[in-house]
């Protein structure tokens, strides 16, 4: 595979022609009688048409043919894809789930798309209010078939295979430890190479930004210029048989067939764009004196809801770092939270759970559902020699951390036979250390 190109920066107002056709972005106008090389042009709004200018997203493709030229979209089979949060009752313990199994591709064929597993969510897919966290677990390309969604943006974590990322505005290849986001409404088809899982986060009717800096100031965290966007790319590509375009609306799964491949954008400009993100690029801050800081201090991407502050959906890692804090208890601490907390793990251990999370697994940590450390953790943290450490190396654990209350789904419960009955047994032997006669016998705090 020829390396591909990308255009570095968040957000940014964009242009790119594919080399073979130059000057194929009209000059001066977007919407001239006549495009060059006689394409059709076709805006892609992803916000408002009258939302600020700060916020104000859409983008203009130069295409061989529109979009609109495909026979009529009719229901087909949901597969594991769901948005309905009342399928079972709400559960308020800790949940923790093994590594989901990935079908064999000898034993039956499976896409990303009918890969596609509903874990939980919340909200409103009609008022554009709410989320979904998907599964998704395939092994083989789309071949002739593309997805795109009317419902909202889709932040994907490939924790195992490589994904080869076909989209109107060109390729991405998004392998393990990087993500992308595909946002509302972009088709794109992927080929997988392996067998192949990972994480979704799917949030409605709104975008991903990059989180305030506040003091931090103007650098940090997830640096704009590491965002990648792919550059245009197209195939003017006949499909006799019928290419099959999959659309999710309204939470649910229709088809419409054209005869012609959707990857026929031969330019684009505009600031609406699928991106790419490498996590090790993330500058992490860390506590260099005492006490941890709260972990929104490791989110990447966050899509606010319309409360100052509070967000439909963050996305938080915990990459490779230094602890080098004193006196402090150094793991996560004990915490119950108003928000609610899914983790996965995309390779190493986490290290506030030495056994039980493995990568291709997760948890859901609820709305006030206490969790932390478990009894092992604790013990062997509270008599640690504080030196500089290393912590996390060779790990990378993710959090979607969302104001909603999440509610799962019967495949997350049942029917992904992958739910750990034991998770409540790591905090069982946790046992009183309280000595009423004794202030403190290790030291002067
Ligand atoms: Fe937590």
Same mark, same amino acid.
């Given at each position: 595979?020829?390396?591909?190109?990308?255009?570095?920066?968040?957000?940014?107002?964009? /242009?790119?022609?594919?080399?073979?056709?130059?000057?194929?972005?009209?000059?001066?106008?977007?919407?001239?009688?006549?495009?060059?090389?006689? *394409?059709?042009?076709?805006?892609?709004?992803?916000?408002?048409?009258?939302?600020?200018?700060?916020?104000?997203?859409?983008?203009?493709?130069?295409?061989?043919?529109?979009?609109?030229?495909?026979?009529?979209?009719?229901?087909?089979?949901?597969?594991?894809?769901?948005?309905?949060?009342?399928?079972?009752?709400?559960?308020?313990?800790?949940?923790?789930?093994?590594?989901?199994?990935?079908? %064999?591709?000898?034993?039956?064929?499976?896409?990303?798309? =009918?890969?596609?597993? !509903? *874990?939980?969510?919340?909200?409103?897919?009609?008022?554009?209010?709410?989320?979904?966290?998907?599964?998704?677990?395939?092994?083989?390309?789309?071949?002739?078939?593309?997805?795109?969604?009317?419902?909202?943006?889709?932040?994907?974590?490939?924790?195992?295979? %490589?994904? *080869?990322?076909?989209?109107?505005?060109?390729?991405?290849?998004?392998?393990?430890?990087?993500?992308?986001?595909?946002?509302?409404?972009?088709?794109?088809?992927?080929?997988?190479?392996?067998?192949?899982?990972?994480?979704?986060?799917?949030?409605?009717?709104?975008?991903?930004?990059?989180?305030?800096?506040?003091?931090?100031? +103007?650098?940090?965290? +997830?640096?704009?210029?590491?965002?990648?966007?792919?550059?245009?790319?197209?195939?003017?590509?006949?499909?006799?048989?019928?290419?099959?375009?999959?659309?999710?609306?309204?939470?649910?799964?229709?088809?419409?067939?054209?005869?012609?491949?959707?990857?026929?954008?031969?330019?684009?400009?505009?600031?609406?764009?699928?991106?790419?993100?490498?996590?090790?690029?993330?500058?992490?801050?860390?506590?260099?004196?005492?006490?941890?800081?709260?972990?929104?201090?490791? !989110?990447?991407?966050?899509?606010?809801?319309?409360?100052?502050?509070?967000?439909?959906?963050?996305?938080?890692?915990?990459?490779?770092?230094?602890?080098?804090?004193?006196?402090?208890?150094?793991?996560?601490?004990?915490?119950?939270?108003?928000?609610?907390?899914?983790?996965?793990?995309?390779?190493?251990?986490?290290?506030?759970?030495?056994?039980?999370?493995?990568?291709?697994?997760?948890?859901?940590?609820?709305?006030?559902?206490?969790?932390?450390?478990?009894?092992?953790?604790?013990?062997? /943290?509270?008599?640690?020699? *504080?030196?500089?450490?290393?912590?996390?190396?060779?790990?990378?654990?993710?959090?979607?951390?969302?104001?909603? =209350?999440? /509610?799962?789904? %019967?495949?997350?419960?049942?029917?992904?036979?992958?739910?750990?009955?034991?998770?409540?047994?790591?905090?069982?032997?946790?046992?009183?250390?309280?000595?009423?006669?004794?202030?403190?016998?290790?030291?002067?705090?």
């Amino acid at each position: 595979m020829a390396e591909l190109k990308y255009i570095s920066g968040f957000g940014n107002e964009c /242009a790119s022609e594919d080399p073979r056709c130059p000057g194929s972005l009209p000059k001066g106008q977007n919407n001239p009688q006549v495009c060059p090389y006689n *394409l059709y042009a076709e805006q892609l709004s992803g916000s408002a048409f009258t939302c600020p200018r700060s916020t104000n997203k859409r983008s203009w493709l130069y295409r061989i043919l529109p979009s609109v030229s495909h026979k009529p979209f009719e229901s087909i089979d949901q597969g594991h894809v769901t948005h309905n949060w009342d399928e079972v009752d709400p559960d308020p313990n800790q949940l923790r789930w093994k590594p989901f199994e990935i079908p %064999k591709a000898s034993q039956k064929k499976v896409d990303f798309v =009918s890969g596609l597993h !509903t *874990l939980c969510g919340a909200g409103d897919i009609k008022s554009n209010n709410g989320l979904a966290v998907h599964i998704f677990l395939c092994n083989t390309s789309m071949g002739n078939r593309c997805f795109y969604n009317s419902d909202g943006d889709f932040l994907i974590v490939p924790q195992q295979g %490589k994904l *080869l990322i076909y989209t109107e505005f060109g390729k991405m290849l998004v392998q393990p430890n990087e993500i992308c986001v595909i946002q509302r409404g972009m088709r794109f088809s992927i080929d997988v190479f392996e067998e192949t899982r990972g994480y979704i986060l799917e949030v409605y009717g709104v975008h991903f930004e990059l989180p305030d800096l506040g003091p931090i100031g +103007a650098n940090g965290l +997830a640096n704009p210029r590491d965002f990648l966007i792919p550059v245009a790319w197209y195939e003017d590509r006949q499909v006799p048989g019928g290419y099959t375009v999959i659309n999710k609306y309204q939470g649910k799964l229709y088809a419409a067939k054209q005869d012609f491949s959707p990857f026929n954008v031969v330019a684009w400009h505009g600031n609406y764009t699928p991106y790419k993100y490498n996590l090790e690029n993330f500058m992490v801050i860390n506590s260099v004196a005492f006490d941890h800081a709260d972990p929104s201090i490791f !989110t990447v991407l966050t899509a606010k809801s319309v409360r100052p502050g509070v967000a439909i959906a963050d996305f938080v890692i915990f990459p490779p770092r230094w602890g080098v804090a004193d006196k402090t208890f150094r793991p996560p601490y004990y915490h119950r939270n108003c928000m609610s907390e899914f983790m996965g793990l995309i390779r190493g251990h986490y290290e506030a759970k030495e056994g039980g999370f493995l990568p291709g697994g997760c948890s859901l940590h609820s709305v006030m559902t206490p969790h932390g450390p478990d009894a092992d953790c604790f013990e062997k /943290a509270s008599k640690a020699k *504080l030196a500089p450490e290393r912590i996390a190396d060779g790990t990378m654990t993710f959090m979607f951390e969302s104001s909603l =209350s999440l /509610a799962v789904t %019967k495949w997350g419960l049942k029917a992904s036979c992958c739910l750990d009955e034991n998770y409540h047994k790591c905090w069982e032997p946790l046992k009183s250390h309280f000595t009423p006669n004794s202030r403190n016998p290790m030291g002067p705090n």
